[in-house]
């Protein structure tokens, strides 16, 4: 095993954003929605955990991702005491994905972690995941034991999907994972290269290789405020996941077109056998109906699945910007390009 060097792989003429010294640098990269519950204690905790580790610079890139309440305000405060601080504020409510794909676009570290703002995902639980970069994982990405204060029916839709999800898409995607995760400079890139619009960051890292390890921790309730995923996101989700990772559901299409003209053949024999062998008398209504019924049913499924994946071709073809900044603080000025 290959340990790896605890000095900084920064690239040349990257100017160290935080301090002096050959630390590597870490960039941990919250998404905001709403969170001015939770979010000084957050940062609280993000700080005091990271301190605690020797020979590492860190920077904080706190997304707000079109806050409505006084999220921005502090984390402008926060940014305000605090150098490492960086706020992208993004000009209005673009989603959990795309907030995540802002930050990691701004993100500098030499390894990036992903965490959601509501303390869910305990912050004390990135010092495990450094130590497996260290010693050269590439991703170390937090597998969920238990989950408090999620409701049953919650966590029974999310295992499900999850396994669901594995066993149709041809990349294995750990279960009972969420975005929290450090991710090595290369797997960042290779994420960031990745230009399609229907996001879906678990499966998408996944998908890029390298060494990718479990640590394993306990998923506590919210520190405060609310969930921001209605049902009807987590659905979005759910199907964004599926749609793109998987072309099952175009085959499904196929096979249920098998099976009605398999069912539609054995009507035939059916009947056929009935008519040449016996004096009963079929109802040719009944089995007429019928027959329309289920290839009417077939046809419409198999075009709303071709709608799915129509809708989210259109989507990539206008090749829109995936979300747009209205503000930027406490990113080094000699960042990347300014090309948002
Ligand atoms: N979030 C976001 N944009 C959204 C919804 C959520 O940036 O449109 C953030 C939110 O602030 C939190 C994380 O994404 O940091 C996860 O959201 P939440 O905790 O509400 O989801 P849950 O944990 O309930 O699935
Ligand atoms: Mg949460």
Redesign the pocket.
């Known amino acids: 095993m290959d340990a790896r060097p605890i000095t900084s792989a920064r690239r040349v003429g990257e100017s160290s954003p935080v301090g002096e010294g050959s630390s590597a640098l870490l960039s941990v990269v919250?998404?905001?929605?709403?969170?001015e519950a939770v979010i000084r204690e957050t940062h609280r905790r993000l700080v005091a955990t990271l301190e605690t580790v020797p020979d590492l610079d860190f920077e904080l890139v706190y997304?707000d991702?079109g806050s409505r309440d006084a999220t921005l305000n502090l984390l402008r405060g926060l940014q305000g005491a605090d150098a490492r601080v960086r706020v992208l504020a993004l000009s209005r409510?673009?989603?959990?994905e795309v907030?995540i794909a802002a930050g990691l676009k701004r993100a500098a570290g030499d390894a990036v972690v992903l965490i959601?703002?509501?303390l869910?995902d305990p912050p004390e639980i990135i010092l495990e995941m450094l130590e497996r970069w260290r010693q050269g994982a590439d991703v170390a990405y937090g597998q969920r034991t238990e989950r408090d204060g999620?409701t049953r029916f919650k966590r029974w839709t999310a295992t499900a999907f999850y396994r669901l999800l594995n066993r149709l898409a041809e990349i294995p995607i750990p279960l009972d994972t969420?975005v929290f995760r450090l991710m090595d400079r290369k797997v960042v890139d290779a994420f960031l290269a990745m230009p399609e619009r229907d996001r879906f960051a678990r499966a998408m890292v996944a998908w890029v290789g390298f060494r990718q390890e479990p640590v394993h921790y306990q998923r506590a309730a919210?520190a405060a405020g609310?969930?921001?995923?209605a049902l009807r996101?987590?659905l979005r989700l759910a199907i964004d996941g599926i749609l793109s990772f998987t072309f099952a559901p175009l085959r499904l299409a196929t096979w249920l077109g098998f099976l009605a003209c398999g069912l539609a053949l054995a009507g035939v024999a059916y009947v056929l056998v009935i008519r040449l062998c016996t004096d009963i008398s079929v109802s040719g209504w009944t089995l007429l109906l019928v027959a329309i019924l289920f290839l009417g049913g077939v046809q419409l499924v198999v075009l709303g699945i071709l709608g799915e994946y129509l809708g989210r071709i259109y989507h990539e073809v206008k090749r829109r910007p995936l979300y747009l900044v209205k503000e930027r603080l406490g990113f080094p000025a000699s960042g990347r390009p300014a090309d948002e």
């Open positions: 919250v998404p905001c929605f709403d969170e997304v991702d409510n673009f989603g959990h907030a959601d703002a509501d869910q999620e969420g919210r609310e969930t921001k995923y996101n987590l």
